[in-house]
């Protein structure tokens, strides 16, 4: 293969190509390379692809890695080496700088127990919620805690996905919660996201007495705040729901 002579800048050939190759990502997803872009903006700037060495780039590594935690640092590693594949593939470069790389962390990442609550703190908050049904958040964290839903999804209910009669609830798109993301309704996170749960009677019957005694709204949201932005319960981002 001909060698490429022409320098390319390293921050322009990775926008360029987040915009060939990551066309139909996510917007949370397309919003992770961009923070890698603007990583790459920030450590190499204009520097050509050409001139970063693999010792040049466990430098950088390294250095990033001093405030995260390991998997962060895995992250910004995985999206950069897919450009670098191919930027390969393009001759733009002959060799892979980041093969072999060593990856650490300066941050120590949270234990799975730290992540979650406790099963006696779930019980403990069903039962609060269950006697203080008082605000549309408190319904969307007792049917969070007892559907296991993601965030998105539980935002994205309408009253037709309940199912009272079976006890079911139809899991089949999400709602658009932050600027980052698509706006009103959009898909699950893959096709195998889609799909019907059983729930339990109790759960089921305090919604159905909630869908009785409340009203509908245009877009028959069951989470709808009128007032908020994106027409969901903003309290919520106070409590760090993390999309699995």
């Known amino acids: 293969m001909t060698p490429h002579l022409k320098p390319e800048p390293f921050n322009e050939y990775f926008s360029d190509w987040l915009k060939l190759y990551k066309t ?6 397309m919003e992770r390379y961009l923070n890698t872009l603007e990583t790459i903006q920030d450590h190499f700037g204009s520097m050509p692809i050409q001139k970063i060495s693999k010792r040049t780039y466990q430098a ?17 590693n995985s999206h950069i ?15 892979d700088f980041t093969r072999g790389v060593v ?21 403990r908050l069903l039962r609060e919620l269950k006697n203080n049904l008082a605000t549309t958040t408190h319904y969307l964290l007792l049917l969070g805690l007892t559907s296991g839903l ?5 935002v994205g209910l309408t009253r037709k996905d309940f199912n009272f009669r079976k006890s079911e609830i139809s899991i089949n798109k999400t709602w658009g919660y932050t600027k980052k993301m698509h706006e009103g309704f959009g898909s699950t996170k893959n096709e195998q996201s889609n799909r019907v749960i059983k729930m339990d009677s109790a759960t089921m019957n305090i919604f159905k007495i909630w869908f009785d005694s409340s009203p509908d709204n245009i877009h028959r949201l069951v989470f709808f705040s009128p007032n908020s932005k994106y027409k969901d319960p903003e309290i919520i981002r106070t409590l760090e729901f993390v999309e699995a």
């Open 24 to 29: 139909s990502i996510s917007g949370n997803t």
């Open 60 to 76: 950088f590594l390294n250095g990033y890695a001093r405030t995260r935690t390991k998997e962060t640092t895995r992250k910004l």
């Open 81 to 95: 080496r897919s450009c670098v594949k191919d930027t390969i593939d393009e001759g733009v470069i002959s060799k």
């Open 103 to 123: 990856l650490s962390g300066g941050v120590q990442a949270k234990k799975a127990e730290d992540k979650h609550l406790s099963y006696f703190d779930s019980k």
């Open 150 to 154: 993601r965030f998105a999804e539980l």
